[in-house]
């Protein structure tokens, strides 16, 4: 079992830039994928972005070029930087990482963001 704990959310005005941590109980170095998702008032959830073991990362066209993910394996941890946020950007953030083996999805229980002036 591994367990996620976002933080870093809070109200931050458009334009501006703003960093989400997500903390692991245990290693992720078993997780061969983690990613960030997001749900808005009244919408589904969707992906923001991914990364896998390797560092390979995935975008939502929606934040492609604003937003930049990463892990440090060292510090379970994975971050999600944006920048040139939007209202639309506003939701509750999801932190998430996946083991192949098990096939187990692991979730946090989010964080809100909210870009507003």
């Known amino acids: 079992q591994v367990q996620l704990v976002e933080s870093g959310g809070g109200l931050v005005q458009p334009g501006g830039s703003q960093r989400l941590s997500c903390a692991a109980s245990s290693s992720i170095d078993s997780l061969n994928t983690m990613g960030w998702f997001r749900q808005a008032p009244g919408k589904e959830r969707e992906l923001v972005a991914t990364i896998t073991r390797g560092g390979n990362t995935n975008y939502a066209d929606s934040v492609l070029g604003r937003f930049t993910i990463s892990r440090d394996n060292a510090k379970n941890t994975l971050y999600l930087q944006m920048n040139s946020l939007k209202p639309e950007d506003t939701a509750i953030y999801y932190c998430?990482?996946?083991?192949?083996?098990?096939?187990?999805?692991?979730w946090g229980r989010g964080t809100l963001v909210t870009v507003s002036s």
């Open positions: 998430n990482g996946r083991q192949f083996a098990t096939r187990m999805t692991y």
